[in-house]
C-alpha cells in the first residue's frame, strides 16, 4: 500500500512538470514562475505547488520571490564550466577503471545499441530523444565501472548535464551529428581496450560542448 497522499502526489507532479520544462530549456533561465498560473496550469492546489517550489529551490533551479512565485536560476558561464570539468573527470576515471577491469564486453553491445538510438535521433531531428540516448550512453560507461562513488557524484550532476545538452544541441543543432561521431570514436576506443584513447577524444568531446556554450 502506497504512503503518497493525494497532495503528495500533486506536489510531485508540479515539481516534476516544473523540473522537466527547465531541463528541456522550454523554461529558460530569468523566467518568472507564477504559483497561481501553474496551479491553473496542470490543475492542483497552490500547497503542492508551494512544496514543488521548494525542492526546486533546494536544487538551485529556481529563485523563490517574495509574492507567491520563482524565477528560473540562470546557469552561469562558471557554473556550466564546472560542470563539464567534473563530468570529464568522472567518466574519465570510469572509463580506465571498466578497461582496467575488463568489463568492456559486458559494456560495448549496450553502447552499439544507443548509438543506433542516436542514430535513429539525428535523422529524426529529435532532440529530446537523443539527449536521453546522450545521457545514457555516458551513465552506462560510469555505471560499468562499478565505482558507486563516481556513479553517486554523476547522479548528482545530472540534471544541470541535461540543461546543458538541451541549451547545446537547440541552439546548435549541427551539434546532434558532432556529438554521434564522438560517441562513435569512444566506444570504438572502448572496444579497443584502450582507456587513454577514450579520456583523448572524450577531452576533445568535452572541450567542443564548451567552446559552443
Not at 112 to 124: G, P, S
Not at 158 to 166: K, T
Amino acid at each position: 500500500m502506497s504512503d503518497a497522499t493525494p497532495e503528495g502526489s500533486a506536489a510531485d507532479r508540479a515539481y516534476e512538470h516544473v523540473k522537466r520544462a527547465i531541463v528541456r530549456g522550454d523554461l529558460p533561465g530569468g523566467t518568472a514562475i507564477s504559483e497561481n498560473a501553474l496551479c491553473r496550469e496542470i490543475g492542483v492546489s497552490r500547497t503542492p505547488v508551494h512544496e514543488a517550489f521548494l525542492r526546486l529551490a533546494a536544487e538551485e533551479l529556481i529563485v523563490l520571490g517574495a509574492r507567491r512565485g520563482a524565477v528560473v536560476r540562470p546557469m552561469s558561464p562558471n557554473e556550466a564550466t564546472d560542470v563539464l570539468e567534473m563530468r570529464e573527470a568522472i567518466e574519465s576515471t570510469a572509463a580506465t577503471r571498466v578497461v582496467a577491469d575488463g568489463r568492456v564486453p559486458e559494456l560495448v553491445p549496450g553502447l552499439q545499441a544507443l548509438l543506433a538510438e542516436q542514430e535513429a535521433a539525428v535523422t529524426a531531428g529529435d532532440v529530446d530523444r537523443f539527449v536521453e540516448s546522450d545521457a545514457a550512453f555516458h551513465g552506462a560507461v560510469i555505471a560499468a565501472s562499478r565505482n558507486a562513488i563516481a556513479v553517486l557524484f554523476a547522479r548528482t550532476l545530472r540534471d544541470r548535464q541535461q540543461r546543458l545538452r538541451h541549451q547545446l544541441m537547440r541552439l546548435q543543432p549541427e551539434q546532434l551529428q558532432a556529438s554521434l561521431d564522438d560517441h562513435r570514436v569512444l566506444a570504438a576506443a572502448l572496444a579497443a581496450g584502450d582507456g587513454a584513447r577514450y579520456t583523448e577524444v572524450l577531452r576533445a568531446h568535452v572541450a567542443s560542448h564548451r567552446g559552443a556554450l
